[in-house]
């Protein structure tokens, strides 16, 4: 299939690539319009061309935009050596590297699926209809509308990683369980959860005659991934730190400050653990029904199946432990990057319940009911959710607002911004940084340092983690103590200099 010339290939698939192309078009205008629109974050998209940045010029990273105000090694807060791989198309692509890499991933994830259900059911006429069921999901939508991440990529590396194990292509299994561990660090974990599952899906009956062949391969490579996931944590990240790392464990603190104590806190207290599922963890009324949420919209959009397979809610384990049993509501519900797990495993479980049924005409009639749920359920929570911290400026591209930046002038903002000079220390707020990253220092405001440009935008975007009310304050704090003078205060634009006898 892949070996077709380009001609024969895009006749034989002409409407699959058509879907493709639409969702291509429909995920730049969330993405892209929003990098444009100076609607991506210091944390974290800020933070990823920073150190691709970095990397592209032959330097070790140092996590600058820390809100602590160290600097730890890039790898110590988010180990994810696959950013190196990034480093060619920076050259090309530059600040919009990583959001035309993360929608070409999605893409890329959603032909794996169509390939497993043509492998699965290779006479099903209907097989396109799962790119739309997949390239629909909420998940995406919300992760799109969220700058960059690397357990997106991850994401969409799996269905490829389950098509070449049903190939029983082991070479490319490999070759892609390896992508997958360089994404981040607590991918390997949900990697050993999902080759339980791929043991489970054969059913008990086949583990118990054939248990000697799994314990060859598909166990071999559930420890590895343990192993990997244990050893980056507890081991390779602390050494990097040299303790002035974010400590990824510490949003689970009401279970433990280690992996060991988390896994022996839900053991002790399993009841207590089953009820964080459910309910929230906090006493903030606005934390209320977050979590009900996100288990709504899973069943809606297809997670029905994973009852009906069991084996792949296997696979989604880990993913619902690190989402409900954190203390930061922000992970809980739909929102964010959080949930981009859930949209190839759930897909996976649709397919296997496909490939199981007798009938063509009850596999299209599931298919499509499934798919108009995916997409009714996404355009709905698009107007309203419950999700702490949602936009709808950010996510629904039905939307005007969307496509402008309100009373910002853009055009004044970056032609100012580009006059800052390359490389040397500034200090941004947030909706900057993604934009100004070229430099070693890189600093989220109000951290300052040796920084010697200040670069502000006042009242238009996001002032985090500063109240808007108390911007002013620090700037004229800036100006009276530090000797910063205005460079420009125009447009809701704010660009101090620090003089170069304060230097």
Request: charged letters at 20%; glycine letters at 4%; hydrophobic letters at 50%.
């Amino acid at each position: 299939m892949i070996l077709q010339k380009p001609g024969n290939f895009l006749k034989r698939y002409r409407t699959e690539m058509l879907i493709l192309l639409f969702f291509f078009i429909l995920y730049s205008a969330i993405s892209l319009v929003n990098h444009y629109n100076l609607r991506t974050a210091a944390l974290d998209l800020g933070m990823f061309n920073h150190a691709l940045y970095s990397f592209a010029h032959g330097k070790m990273n140092y996590f600058t935009l820390d809100l602590s105000g160290n600097s730890p090694n890039y790898f110590a807060d988010h180990f994810s050596p696959i950013t190196l791989l990034y480093v060619p198309f920076y050259y090309i692509f530059g600040s919009w590297t990583l959001l035309i890499i993360q929608i070409v991933s999605i893409l890329f994830g959603a032909w794996g699926c169509y390939l497993i259900l043509k492998l699965k059911i290779p006479h099903f006429k209907y097989a396109k209809i799962i790119l739309i069921f997949f390239l629909f999901q909420w998940g995406i939508i919300s992760a799109l509308a969220f700058d960059f991440h690397n357990n997106v990529v991850a994401a969409m590396l799996v269905p490829w990683l389950i098509y070449y194990y049903l190939k029983d292509e082991r070479w490319k299994v490999l070759f892609f369980l390896g992508l997958i561990l360089i994404t981040k660090e607590n991918v390997a974990l949900w990697m050993s959860f999902v080759f339980l599952g791929l043991i489970l899906s054969k059913g008990f009956k086949e583990l118990k005659n054939n248990y000697k062949n799994y314990l060859k391969w598909e166990v071999p490579l559930l420890l590895i991934c343990f192993l990997y996931f244990y050893l980056v944590v507890s081991v390779v990240m602390p050494y990097l730190s040299q303790g002035q790392a974010v400590n990824q464990i510490a949003r689970f603190g009401q279970l433990g400050d280690s992996v060991g104590e988390i896994i022996i806190s839900m053991l002790k207290h399993p009841i207590d653990t089953i009820k964080m599922f459910f309910a929230s963890n906090s006493k903030d009324p606005v934390s209320f029904g977050i979590k009900m949420e996100l288990h709504r919209v899973v069943l809606i959009s297809g997670g029905f199946a994973l009852f009906l397979r069991p084996a792949y809610l296997v696979m989604l384990i880990p993913i619902y432990l690190q989402k409900l049993l954190s203390d930061n509501m922000a992970m809980w519900g739909i929102n964010g990057q959080y949930s981009i797990e859930f949209t190839p495993i759930i897909t996976l479980a649709m397919i296997d319940l496909l490939s199981r049924m007798n009938e063509d005409k009850w596999r299209k009639i599931l298919l499509y009911f499934s798919t108009f749920f995916v997409i009714a359920i996404s355009f709905i929570t698009l107007r309203e959710r419950k999700s702490f911290w949602y936009d709808y400026t950010v996510h629904d591209f039905t939307r005007k607002a969307h496509y402008t930046s309100g009373d910002l002038d853009l055009k004044f903002v970056y032609q100012e911004i580009n006059k800052i000079p390359d490389k040397v220390p500034i200090s941004v707020t947030s909706c900057l940084a993604p934009h100004l990253f070229k430099r070693d220092k890189l600093y989220h405001f109000p951290i300052i340092k040796d920084a010697e440009y200040v670069v502000l935008i006042k009242t238009l975007r996001s002032t985090y983690p500063i109240p808007s009310e108390d911007l002013e304050k620090h700037i004229d704090q800036l100006k009276q103590n530090d000797g910063f003078k205005v460079v420009v205060d125009k447009n809701d634009l704010l660009i101090l200099k620090r003089p170069s006898n304060k230097q």
